[in-house]
């Protein structure tokens, strides 16, 4: 649950930079840098301790969590 929730809440961020930028983010970095970052903390580590990563297609993105040995333990894809 707790990654779903961490997914949607990057979701939202993604999409707020979109609109303002007219761009989709190149990391999820993007996210939490500049004068008015999209997140109010650092990206979380996922339940299993490992970390969330993103990858933009040509029509649309995936944001995946991973645990601490890099296997995929949760995966969202949006098309765009």
């Given at each position: 649950a707790k990654a779903k929730a961490d997914v949607d809440i990057l979701i939202k961020a993604?999409?707020?930079y979109r609109i303002d930028s007219e761009v989709f983010p190149s990391s999820l970095k993007d996210l939490t840098s500049g004068d008015h970052p999209y997140l109010a903390r650092d990206i979380p580590s996922t339940p299993w301790g490992g970390v969330y990563t993103y990858s933009l297609?040509?029509?649309s993105y995936t944001i995946e969590a991973k645990d601490s040995s890099g296997n995929v333990k949760y995966s969202e894809t949006i098309k765009f």
């Open positions: 993604i999409t707020l297609g040509a029509s």
